[in-house]
């Protein structure tokens, strides 16, 4: 995939889309009293607008050439007052549709979170990490500053046209219609701008997702990077992107320097139209000096709204883009289908485990057939059992558990638990019942002893300690400074490979589950830490349901069943024994990895 199909998805779409516009505009419901307010506020503040002008020209028509200074004064007060009542109402305004634009984001943004979490695994294998955050940060920023500065507020905008519009016509029409001869020009200059403006915002968003993407990549793969030294390429390829960005931000930039003094120009053409014929209507005496005076400025105030509605126009554009992306991810369907009366499982499972007849496809193949990875896989685990699993990488070993722990389901056959199919058992019931430890370790930031209860209140301190000391992580969490209040860093990094493993066995005891599943769980430990695993869970493992997947044999040589995996099938089972004696697939496997070992040694 191209740089370039890779960001198409951050092409823009319509400027204006009804369907999605009427799906946002649901976010408003709950504050529609909120929105009326705003509403209000804005025509009050436009309505504000007009008094200024009116209070010139009666200044200049009747108190001036009466000589009342009283009514001078009055009019000078007034035009205080509508100074001070514009500011408020626009702050007021300001302050509303700011909360306003707050939370819809914030809804919004606990509304993809939970999607989220309810998205089956499939979704994030496919999707690049870096692009559903921009669903939950850039895109739904976007739409804030639609509701907070362009969909409410273009209300105010419209007012103001609107008011300063009736008040022109009311005051001298004519005067008016010279006024606005100015707008053909001017309506031809803001389509000529949107066009341009509307290709150059496209290219800022790509680019600027083109440099997310480059700086992701690098960061995380900075080893790399410093192992080839490739420091000097990276400089120059990350100074191309940003140049590339650079570039499109200059031409949206040109491109607005140049429309507002454009406005401008067409403005004073309005104001010098306006002081010409105006000033041979005074001459004429069919006009007063304080109406031309009013005109002036209802000109100047009346073209400032036609250039935020400009603006508001590119802001609408990237607000249907980002919500397009937004609904989709929302519209996807869940990851987990939950029955529609999910079974209870009794407080104490006896962790009866059964593939019965599994058929599993990840995805189609180029012919648009299932692209097996498991077929018709038939294997039961008694209770207390412990099941370990080997074969070749691809197998489909992992793809077991992620079956079983419903990651995924199944399209032919079932999984069950005790009896119960796993589709008719609630989720996060079931889950419960299952502790699962990685290869690849995940520790979130927070200190230790989080990383072992994950925020679990029905786990006491006492457990978490147990759990520690049972698996043999304790040792080590004493001696960091902060004992279990140590933070880990990001994904644990504080920790060494072996430290972060033992971490996981023993978040894994402190839930104390019936089933206990592990996935290649001491691949990357050395020798010392392995045994002391191997200790641990020797007797943690008794009474428990466990299922063990390995490429080292020799920690499934203890098991009570050993289950080999060949092309997506079952090839062999049996105890350790009885499968070196059937010198079959496994009996090869252990030749190849103990080779020049004696049996009896290894």
């Known amino acids: 995939m191209n740089a370039s199909s890779f960001h198409e998805e951050e092409a823009l779409g319509k400027a204006y889309d009804a369907r999605l516009m009427r799906r946002l505009l649901r976010y408003l419901r709950p504050y529609g009293w909120h929105v009326a307010g705003a509403v209000a506020l804005l025509a009050a503040a436009s309505a504000v607008e007009v008094v200024g002008p009116w209070l010139t020209q009666q200044a200049l028509d009747e108190a001036i050439p009466r000589g009342d200074v009283g009514f001078l004064g009055t009019l000078a007060a007034g035009y205080a007052v509508a100074i001070g009542l514009g500011f408020l109402l626009q702050y007021g305004q300001g302050l509303l549709t700011t909360w306003l634009g707050q939370s819809v984001m914030y809804d919004l943004r606990k509304e993809v979170f939970a999607k989220f979490q309810e998205l089956d695994q499939r979704t994030f294998d496919r999707t690049p990490t870096g692009r559903l955050m921009t669903r939950i940060t850039s895109d739904i920023q976007t739409l804030n500053e639609l509701f907070a500065s362009g969909l409410v507020s273009v209300f105010g905008d419209v007012f103001t046209l609107l008011f300063i519009l009736a008040a022109m016509l009311r005051m001298d029409w004519r005067l008016a219609l010279v006024t606005f001869t100015v707008l053909p020009f001017v309506w031809v200059a803001v389509f000529l701008f949107r066009s341009r403006i509307r290709q150059a915002y496209r290219d800022i968003r790509v680019r600027l997702a083109r440099i997310n993407a480059f700086l992701h990549e690098r960061f995380t793969g900075i080893r790399v990077v410093h192992l080839f030294s490739r420091e000097k390429a990276d400089q120059q390829r990350h100074g191309e992107v940003e140049a590339d960005y650079l570039e499109a931000h200059l031409r949206s930039i040109t491109y607005y320097a140049l429309f507002f003094p454009v406005i401008e120009v067409f403005t004073s053409i309005a104001l010098a139209l306006t002081l010409w014929y105006g000033g041979a209507r005074i001459l004429d005496g069919a006009v007063t000096v304080g109406v031309v005076a009013a005109f002036l400025q209802y000109a100047r105030r009346f073209f400032r709204p036609i250039q935020d509605l400009s603006e508001k126009y590119n802001l609408l554009q990237g607000a249907m883009a980002s919500s397009e992306r937004i609904f989709k991810l929302l519209d996807e369907p869940a990851g987990v289908i939950e029955a529609a009366d999910p079974r209870a499982l009794p407080e104490t499972v006896r962790g009866e485990i059964e593939f019965r007849d599994v058929w599993f496809a990840y995805d189609h193949d180029e012919k648009g057939e299932w692209d097996w990875v498991l077929r018709n896989v038939s294997f039961r685990a008694a209770p207390g059992e412990k099941i370990a699993i080997v074969g070749h990488t691809g197998a489909g070993k992992s793809t077991l558990i992620n079956l079983l722990m419903r990651f995924y389901d ?54 978490v300690r147990a759990a520690a000391r049972r698996i043999g992580a304790e040792p080590f969490i004493e001696r960091l400074d902060k004992g279990y209040a140590q933070p880990l860093g990001e994904r644990g990094a504080s920790l060494s490979v072996g430290e972060r493993q033992l971490v996981s066995f023993a978040r894994a005891l402190a839930f104390d589950p019936p089933i206990l599943v592990l996935d290649e769980a001491t691949s990357s430990v050395d020798s010392e830490i392995e045994a002391r695993i191997e200790e641990a869970t020797d007797t943690l493992l008794a009474d428990r349901t466990s299922l063990v997947i390995a490429h080292r044999l020799s920690t499934v040589v203890h098991a009570d069943r050993i289950l080999v995996l060949h092309h997506g099938e079952v090839a062999e089972q049996g105890t350790h024994d009885e499968l070196l004696a059937a010198e079959g697939l496994y009996a090869r496997l252990y030749e190849l990895q103990f080779a020049g070992v004696p049996r009896s040694a290894a």
């Open 410 to 463: 199944v399209q032919k056959g079932e999984v069950l638990l005790d009896g119960v199919p796993i589709g008719q058992i609630a989720v996060r019931d079931l889950r419960e019942r299952i502790g699962l430890v990685l290869q690849d370790v995940f520790l979130f930031s927070r200190d230790v002893a989080y990383n072992l209860d994950l925020g679990a209140d029905w786990i006491s301190e006492d457990r």
